[in-house]
């Protein structure tokens, strides 16, 4: 069964720091990571995908990596706004015929000033 | 560009009560669409999905149905609400091809009571 865990659940850093959320995954055969952004009562909004032969990529202030090898994902988040809280969902695509998205809970991040 | 509409965005509803949620796409031709349910502490999960005119599939059994009658239309009800089916119910819409990045509406918060 397709899973996708990320940590951690919630989140509190202080306007100006950095974070990293981490996503894995067992979903096979893997097409692609995304990862999105929901503020409260929003529908959530891409932020970055990564596909099987990319490790890093930038978005501005957000830098998600992928270990495929380990099927691992993560997001770093450098110096932080108040306009970061959110949540982060981790969203893992099979390359199957439906070709079928898994879902992550989420992590709940919340930024004070 | 492409936009998504979703309506209404906050609706409370008493237990046996009938309910319509739409959702409509602009910009595009034959996306493929789907409804999500959100609940508090859980992974958006898939309710239906639709790759054309009349073609629903469901993924998990419900109180819920999807109807699509038109092209950029799709359409979440239920005959008799459920205390169970509140939640952030969310529509969505992708291309079968490319990066398939889906592109989610505001959402619909549904309180059943």
């Known amino acids: 069964k397709n899973q996708v865990e990320q940590s951690p659940q919630s989140l509190i850093i202080l306007e100006g720091k950095n974070c990293t959320l981490q996503?894995?995954?067992?979903?096979?055969?893997?097409?692609?990571l995304r990862w999105y952004k929901q503020d409260t009562g929003r529908g959530p909004v891409s932020l970055t995908i990564?596909?099987?032969?990319?490790n890093t990529k930038s978005n501005g202030r957000y830098t998600a990596t992928l270990d495929a090898d380990t099927k691992q994902s993560s997001l770093h988040i450098t110096a932080s706004q108040l306009s970061d809280s959110a949540s982060y969902i981790c969203v893992v695509r099979d390359s199957g015929g439906y070709q079928k998205v898994t879902f992550g809970i989420g992590t709940k991040l919340q930024v004070i000033p | 560009s492409q936009t998504i509409h979703q309506w209404p965005a906050t609706l409370v509803q008493p237990v046996g009560s009938p309910l319509s949620l739409e959702c409509t796409v602009e910009g595009t031709s034959n996306p493929n669409l789907y409804w999500y349910r959100q609940a508090a502490g859980r992974g958006l999960q898939l309710l239906f999905y639709?790759?054309?005119?009349?073609?629903i599939s469901s993924e998990v059994p419900q109180n819920l149905s999807a109807s699509r009658p038109q092209d950029r239309q799709f359409i979440l009800s239920s005959k008799k609400l459920l205390l169970s089916d509140s939640g952030f119910y969310l529509c969505?819409?992708?291309?079968?091809?490319?990066?398939?990045?889906?592109?989610f509406g505001a959402g619909s918060r549904l309180t059943v009571l």
């Open positions: 969505a819409w992708n291309r079968v091809s490319g990066a398939n990045v889906l592109t």
């Open positions: 990564m596909t099987f032969s990319e």
């Open positions: 996503c894995n995954y067992t979903v096979s055969p893997f097409s692609n």
């Open positions: 639709s790759v054309g005119i009349g073609q």
